[in-house]
């Protein structure tokens, strides 16, 4: 059986400390998704259908996606690669450089 969400996720921009932001990821859709990985029996499979966006941390991590990382570490290695002014293939360089280390 298959479980498949449509939608669009939302960046959620929060405080955290002395001129600090932290993003992560939210909203209906999502969090539907979330709940039901968590409820539903193991042998169903969750899918989230969305479209990304083309600025350069979105284009680094669907990159790393298409090298085979899973999204979420696809994702989490583009936002810890990633600097203000960073190209796409700046980001995914220094993304696969941090995970030879």
């Known amino acids: 059986m298959r479980f498949l969400a449509v939608g669009e996720c939302m960046v959620e921009m929060s405080h955290a400390g ?34 990304v966006g083309t600025d350069p941390l979105s284009e680094a991590t669907v990159a790393l996606q298409q090298l085979g990382y899973k999204p979420a570490e696809a994702q989490r290695m583009a936002r810890q690669a990633h600097a203000d002014g960073d190209a796409a293939e700046t980001i995914i360089r220094k993304a696969l450089q941090s995970a030879l280390r």
């Not at 969090?31 to 479209?51: H, I, K, S």
């Open 18 to 51: 002395e001129g600090l932001w932290r993003q992560g990821f939210a909203g209906d859709t999502l969090n539907t998704a979330w709940y039901m990985r968590a409820g539903l029996p193991a042998d169903w499979a969750v899918e989230y259908f969305t479209v």
